[in-house]
């Protein structure tokens, strides 16, 4: 695991993780991060590729408890990752971003193989189509102010995403991953929709074949390295361990 270094934005520390031996090829990359938020999916990524990194833990919504944030990213949102000059806040483009760059082929899929297509419709389909719905169900369900929740909302949106979720159901069938025959980028970007719908309490309403996979995607090591790896950062950096899809008003 890592050491912890300052950081002098808001928090006093910062976790670093560097893995033995890794050349020093590249800057050092941070990754802004709430609790199990969408930046789950880069950090994931990190774990999985091996790579050595800076975690800096924000309370959610960062926007409004982490003000000084806003000068490292206007928006207020996670994730913000920063390697060098390059600046990211898209989730699914970041696992894309990772994969190509410093993955070595082993979790991205090349431009010239037949499986390339499918490979960037899910990463795209992981937010676009899957994670978009149950961010509805997250506003209009537990992050609104009472008044303001819309109960037909939380429910018209939380059948979306399961009727969106047959695609990879229908993907799964005779296969352990969505594309490739392997696990790919793709497979992070979508395992945190699951992740985010295991929030919501919507996993009891995965098919067979979705469950499976989902717990396949819980097993792997790197899975739970992050997971790990983001509440001793909490702990460390002072900053709430509650998942920010539990985080209530």
């Known amino acids: 695991m890592g050491r912890l270094i300052c950081n002098s934005l808001w928090s006093k520390h910062c976790s670093a993780h560097l893995p033995r031996e890794f050349p020093t090829l ?5 990754l802004y991060h709430c609790v199990s938020a969408r930046s789950f ?5 990190l774990e999985e590729l091996g790579l050595p990194y800076q975690l800096a833990m924000l309370p959610f919504p960062p926007r409004a ?5 806003l000068q490292e990213n206007p928006l207020g949102t996670v994730p913000l990752l920063v390697e060098g000059d390059t600046r990211m806040t898209e989730s699914a483009a970041m696992c894309q971003y990772l994969a190509a760059r410093h993955g070595a082929g082993a979790l991205d899929v090349a431009v010239n193989d037949p499986a390339f297509g499918t490979y960037l419709n899910w990463l795209h389909m992981s937010d676009a189509t899957l994670t978009f719905p149950q961010t509805l169900v997250l506003r209009y369900a537990h992050f609104e102010a009472a008044e ?3 109960p037909q909302v939380a429910e018209d949106y939380s059948r979306w995403f399961l009727a969106r979720l047959r695609a990879v159901d229908a993907a799964l069938q005779g296969h352990t ?3 490739a025959d392997r696990f790919t980028a793709a497979d992070v970007a979508v395992g945190y929709a699951l992740l985010l719908a295991q929030h919501l309490e919507l996993q009891a309403q995965f098919s067979p074949a979705v469950a499976a996979y989902w717990q396949r995607l819980q097993n792997r090591p790197a899975y739970q390295r992050a997971m790990a790896a983001q509440h001793a950062a909490a702990v460390a950096q002072g900053v709430p361990t509650t998942p920010a899809p539990d985080t209530r008003p």
């Open 26 to 30: 590249w800057p050092m990359i941070t």
């Open 41 to 45: 999916r880069p950090l994931w990524m």
């Open 65 to 69: 408890l982490a003000r000084a944030f």
């Open 148 to 150: 303001r929740r819309q």
């Open 177 to 179: 991953f969505l594309c």
